[in-house]
Each structure stands twice: as structure tokens, then as C-alpha cells.
């Protein structure tokens, strides 16, 4: 059974927050002599003088409206990184605890369990890259914590089978975090429509893809009222600017221009997917529900360090599990991935 109670830190139930006389005062005040600001303001971004709204409630109101989930059931992040972090705080316990990942998967589950002293238990994808579920059974003990799940996942690309998703979720009795970093470029809907069925469930998502917004750093985590209130119990007041909340406000205004822009995005995807193999250096490229591609080629070392004299920078994810012999390519702009095809076709092998 689920019991968040019990995969509490003790210290994180017993923790007292963070308050601030503005928490038991709402509205316009006359004056504000409480938080110890410069009531004068900076001689240049004079607006700027006060601390921002510590639960980012304006930008709240309009990601609900787009994904359709209650404000109470949203957190906002420092990036998704954030989120990341502040989970491995709240339920394991450093020293005694573990979690599970699903290898080759996205780097900060595992830099963010050793930041935390969190024992990390691999249950490597299958050669098809989806998920080991006999492996993952075999892992899990009371100590587990967290399971992570990324879907679509970085750096192979793909989508995560629901149904192995929802094993995972009827089966585990922690949390299970499901990252759509790339869900808006994927052909499988998001699991925010499931929030409501699974207590254990944390979907993870970011403005750094999609919406093109990396600079900013916010990233979303969705789920149950009592886990996002553990989220807004631990983490730091501030941890969103007031200057990204009024950008991010502005930009969540425009929802049709950055379907637009992600239209445009799946379609240079295609078109790599269709121009790639034809070049002699290319060997495979695998399917992406992403923004991205892994692609294996004849020499990837040698292309990598080719592409970088080129000036070209892509990821080279040779070395890593299941993804030997390849490099991982974002989608760029048309005249980007022109000048990426170009160098390639140029490559002698
Ligand atoms: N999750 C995944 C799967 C990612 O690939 C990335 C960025 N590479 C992130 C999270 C980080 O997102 P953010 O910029 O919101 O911290």
C-alpha cells in the first residue's frame, strides 16, 4: 500500500518551513518593512526591489489552464532539476535509502542520488530500449524509494510503453516519476490525465524544450495535493525570480505559436530521419519521440572530434550503455541541420 507518511525523511515530517510575515498577510499593503529589501530599489531595475511570490501563483493559474491540472497539483522547479533534487530530500533517507533507474537514461538522477548519498540499482532498457520490469521487480526492497522513468527517453529517444509504466505504478509502493522533458515532440499523450488514478505517480515536465526556453529554467513536477505540498514544505522560498515569472507569464500566453514552432521541430526531425541513412557514415538511426536523435555511425569518435573542427558540436554518447557507437544529435534549425548533413556528407570514411 502507498502510504506517502511512511516514505517520509522523519526529519522532512518534523520539519518546521520557512515563513515570512507575507504568508499571514495577503493583499496590498500600505507599506512593506518586513522582509528587509532596499525600499529604494536599484537605480537601474528599480522594479526588481521586491522578493517574488513565493508559490508563483500567476504562472500556476495559466500552466493549469493548459494542461489541466488544479494549481494545488502543480510545483515549479528551478529548472527540472530542481525537481529532481528536492525528491531525493524529502523521502531518502542518505546512507540507507535507494532508487531505481533504467539505463541509459538521463544523467541528473544519478549525479543528484550521489549529490544525496542515495544508493542508485540499475535495471538496465531491454535491447529495444523499453523497460526491464522482470529485472526492475528484483531490485526493489523496503528501502526503495524513488523508481525513474523517462519518457520519451534521453538519449534514446523513444517512448516508454504505457501499459509498463502502469505496471510499474500498480506494483511499486513508493514514488514512481515519470520525466516528459519531451513529451510535446511524442506521438504518446502525457500521463497528467493518470494524476487522479496513481498517488505514487510524479510527472515531470520542463519549459526547456518545447516552449524553447532553457535560459529561464523552470520545470514543472505534477502530482498528488500531499506530495506537492511536501515539494512547497522543502523547498527555497525564492527558488523562482521574479523576472522569469513575469517572462514565463508571457510566454505561456502564446500556447499556438509554440505548437507552431514544435510542428516545425517534428517535421526537421522527419526530414533527418529520412536524409541520414543515406549517408555512408550513418549506420542506424534509432525512432524519437523527441527533439533529438541517436544515430549510429561508422566512426563516432572520429566524427565527433571531425564535427567539433567543424564546429559543430553534438553529444557523443559512444561509450554508454546500449548506445554504443553513437552520437546523440538535437534537432536544430533547417539551415542548422543543412550544415550538419553538408559536414557529414563531406566525411570520408
Ligand atoms: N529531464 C530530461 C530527460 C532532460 O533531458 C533534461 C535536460 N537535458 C532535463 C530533465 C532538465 O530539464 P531542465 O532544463 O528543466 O532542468
Redesign the pocket.
Known amino acids: 500500500m502507498f502510504d506517502l507518511n511512511t516514505l517520509l525523511r522523519s526529519n522532512i515530517k518534523a520539519l518546521v518551513p520557512y515563513s515570512s510575515a507575507r504568508d499571514e498577510f495577503h493583499g496590498e499593503a500600505k507599506v512593506y518593512l518586513d522582509a528587509n529589501e532596499n525600499s529604494i530599489g536599484s537605480p537601474l531595475l528599480k522594479w526588481y526591489n521586491r522578493y517574488p511570490d513565493p508559490q508563483q501563483q500567476k504562472i500556476k493559474e495559466k500552466i493549469s489552464a493548459i494542461k489541466g491540472v488544479s494549481t494545488k497539483q502543480i510545483f515549479i ?8 533534487d528536492l525528491l531525493y530530500r524529502a523521502f531518502c533517507n542518505p546512507g540507507v535509502d535507494n532508487v531505481i533507474i533504467c539505463p541509459p ?2 544523467g ?1 538522477y544519478e549525479v543528484s542520488a550521489n549529490i544525496n548519498d542515495v544508493e542508485l540499482r540499475k535495471a538496465p532498457l531491454l535491447d529495444d530500449f523499453q523497460l526491464n520490469l522482470a529485472h526492475m521487480e528484483t531490485l526493489v526492497d523496503e528501502h526503495t524509494k524513488l523508481i525513474w522513468i ?1 519518457s ?4 534514446t529517444g523513444n517512448s516508454i510503453n504505457m501499459a509498463d509504466i502502469e505496471m510499474v505504478l500498480n506494483n511499486f509502493d513508493g514514488i514512481v516519476v515519470v ?1 516528459e ?2 513529451i510535446n515532440f511524442s506521438r504518446q499523450r502525457s500521463l497528467v490525465t493518470l494524476l487522479a488514478d496513481y498517488p505514487n505517480l510524479v510527472v ?1 515536465q ?4 518545447a516552449w524553447g526556453l ?1 535560459g529561464l ?3 514543472m513536477a505534477f502530482a498528488s495535493e500531499e506530495i506537492i505540498n511536501v515539494y512547497n514544505k522543502i523547498k527555497p522560498p525564492y527558488n523562482i525570480s521574479e523576472a522569469v515569472q513575469e517572462l514565463v507569464a508571457k510566454a505561456l500566453d502564446n500556447v499556438e505559436d509554440v505548437n507552431e514552432m514544435i510542428k516545425e521541430l517534428v517535421k526537421e526531425r522527419k526530414r533527418l530521419e529520412t536524409e541520414l541513412p543515406k549517408l555512408a557514415v550513418v549506420e542506424k538511426v534509432y525512432p524519437s519521440d523527441a527533439n533529438f536523435l541517436l544515430v549510429k555511425v561508422v566512426d563516432a569518435r572520429g566524427i565527433y572530434e571531425y564535427l567539433l573542427a567543424n564546429q559543430i558540436v553534438v553529444r557523443d554518447r559512444s561509450k554508454v550503455l546500449l548506445c554504443e557507437g553513437s552520437l546523440r544529435i538535437t534537432v536544430g534549425t533547417a539551415r542548422e541541420n543543412d550544415e550538419l548533413l553538408n559536414a557529414l556528407q563531406k566525411f570520408i570514411v
Open positions: 522547479g528551478n529548472g527540472s532539476d530542481e525537481c529532481i537514461t538521463y541528473m523517462c520519451p527517453n534521453n538519449p520525466d522533458a519531451y515531470m520542463t519549459l526547456s524544450k532553457a529554467r523552470l520545470g
